[in-house]
């Protein structure tokens, strides 16, 4: 079906107990074309929040397409309070690239808020903010990891805001990792227009990945009937996320053929062994040991690594 295309939102004007779909026209392309992206709008019936969902920020991040596909599926649209806005694929000319980083280099989620007069990743993220972005009341945001690396199930949210702490913990994640979202993200310029927002970060890039799927959908039905927005009884678990004070990368000092011995959310020790390199013919040069306690949020993948390569993300968990 031959979906229409809109430059706009205007709710008011959207027959409501429908969830409709557009082509949103961002930007144009090369050849005058239009970049558009594909959104899902399901209309409520009364009066609530809007509640923003996004996908695909990075080309290569595919398991939040099918998440917002079945909570809309599954989504009671005739009882549905307020409004659900979805944007299946934020970084459309990522995406059709199969690239992480935009047309131009830069990593998208790195420049929000954008710029209105500014190089072409700058005023797709300014215009993004300023018609899309700023429609919601609320906003989740959901990544994977980059190529040659895995996540964990986590959270990435200020857990000094009582709204955001409250929508990571309804997530049930294996991880929370407090992190204030001042840096150039979506989600921090959420944060700058006063929409409570978070990070989901869902798994592993180019894949589709059911147990990663199945969670982060359950994820969106706690928020949107904590919100009031749909009836029904949120979800309980008896499993408790490990929360993180800080987190951070541990970076190799030499190239060489890396491996990476600890699983994701393992808990590791200081000084415990968590990589050796080899040179190409085999040689053991180097190893890694952690440098403090803490879990494996994600962890790298790639035997092939130059000097400063990623090893593993290392949190550090709350006293």
Request: glycine content about 8%.
């Amino acid at each position: 079906m031959n979906w229409p295309h809109i430059d706009k939102i205007n709710l008011k004007n959207l027959e409501k107990g429908v969830v409709h779909k557009f082509w949103f026209d961002l930007m144009s392309g090369p050849f005058g074309e239009q970049i558009a992206l594909p959104i899902i709008i399901a209309r409520g019936t009364s009066e609530g929040p809007n509640l923003g969902i996004t996908a695909v920020v990075h080309g290569d991040e595919l398991n939040g397409i099918p998440v917002i596909q079945r909570f809309m599926e599954e989504l009671d649209v005739k009882n549905l309070k307020g409004n659900i806005i979805a944007v299946l694929v934020v970084n459309i000319p990522s995406f059709l690239r199969k690239r992480r980083r935009f047309i131009d280099g830069v990593d998208l989620n790195h420049i929000f808020p954008g710029k209105k007069n500014g190089a072409v990743s700058q005023v797709y993220a300014y215009r993004f903010v300023k018609k899309i972005l700023k429609h919601f009341n609320f906003l989740i945001d959901i990544h994977t990891a980059s190529v040659g690396r895995i996540n964990s199930h986590y959270i990435r949210v200020d857990m000094e805001n009582e709204a955001t702490k409250r929508m990571a913990l309804l997530q049930h994640p294996q991880i929370i990792v407090h992190n204030p979202p001042s840096d150039g993200t979506l989600r921090g310029a959420a944060a700058e227009m006063n929409i409570p927002a978070i990070t989901v970060e869902a798994g592993n890039p180019n894949v589709y990945q059911r147990g990663m799927i199945k969670s982060s959908t359950l994820g969106l039905h706690n928020v949107a009937r904590d919100l009031k927005m749909i009836e029904g009884d949120i979800s309980e678990t008896d499993i408790e996320p490990i929360i993180c004070e800080h987190s951070y990368w541990i970076y190799t000092k030499h190239g060489g053929m890396l491996n990476v011995f600890p699983d994701i959310v393992q808990i590791i020790e200081k000084d415990e062994l968590i990589a050796r390199q080899r040179d190409i013919f085999g040689d053991a040069k180097f190893e890694y040991k952690a440098p403090e306690d803490g879990v494996v949020i994600g962890k790298s993948v790639s035997p092939v690594n130059h000097t400063g390569g990623r090893i593993l993300h290392l949190g550090i968990l709350r006293k």
